[in-house]
């Protein structure tokens, strides 16, 4: 009977053990849901600011081309 008894114990710490780990694993998903999510509003926000970036260096650039415009024909005078 004292085999049972031990059976009976340990088979009792690992349905615990069991227990634990599904909540773990639960809590777990949980938390990377909300990393996965952040990542893509952090991804989203990067693309946006990638876009205002690229308008920003195209009207930088078309302002410089103004004023070489504006300057070239001072030089010749």
């Given at each position: 009977?004292?085999?049972?008894?031990?059976?009976?114990?340990?088979?009792?710490?690992?349905?615990?053990?069991?227990?634990?780990?599904?909540?773990?694993?639960?809590?777990?998903?949980?938390?990377?849901?909300?990393?996965?999510k952040?990542?893509?509003?952090?991804?989203?926000?990067?693309?946006?600011?990638?876009?205002?970036?690229?308008?920003?260096?195209?009207?930088?650039?078309?302002?410089?081309?103004?004023?070489?415009?504006i300057?070239?024909?001072?030089?010749?005078?």
């Amino acid at each position: 009977m004292e085999k049972f008894g031990e059976l009976e114990q340990t088979i009792r710490s690992l349905v615990d053990e069991h227990f634990v780990l599904i909540k773990r694993n639960s809590e777990l998903e949980k938390l990377y849901e909300g990393v996965h999510k952040e990542l893509e509003v952090t991804k989203q926000k990067l693309s946006v600011m990638s876009n205002e970036k690229e308008t920003v260096r195209q009207k930088v650039n078309s302002l410089l081309e103004m004023l070489r415009d504006i300057r070239m024909p001072h030089e010749g005078g």
